[in-house]
């Protein structure tokens, strides 16, 4: 099993930037996925972003070329860029961990847009 443990999130004006930190209790080298999930008020949860163990990565259109995401296995920390914030990227940020013998979230950081 892994612990994650978000971390990054907060109040940003439109425009602004985050970066979002996933923290996990042990190496994340042989997860061979990593992902960004994100849930609004009222909303179901939707795929941000998701990077595999071999460094591929995809994103949901809504976010393509403002946010970016990344892993150093090294840190065993998995990150979320997040450029050009838009008032429609507000939600609660949860990082997830799959691998073929678990599937993992974290508790969830908050991103709040606003002027």
């Known amino acids: 099993q892994v612990q994650l443990v978000e971390s990054g999130g907060g109040l940003v004006q439109p425009g602004g930037s985050l970066r979002l930190s996933c923290a996990a209790s042990?190496?994340?080298?042989?997860?061979?996925?990593m992902g960004w999930y994100r849930q609004a008020p009222g909303k179901e949860r939707e795929l941000v972003a998701g990077i595999s163990n071999g460094g591929r990565s995809n994103y949901a259109d809504s976010v393509k070329g403002r946010f970016t995401i990344s892993r150093d296995n090294a840190k065993n920390t998995v990150y979320l860029q997040m450029n050009s914030l838009k008032p429609e990227d507000a939600a609660t940020y949860y990082c997830n961990a799959k691998s073929y013998e678990f599937d993992v979230w974290g508790q969830g950081t908050q991103v709040t847009v606003s002027s």
């Open positions: 042990r190496s994340i080298f042989s997860i061979f996925f």
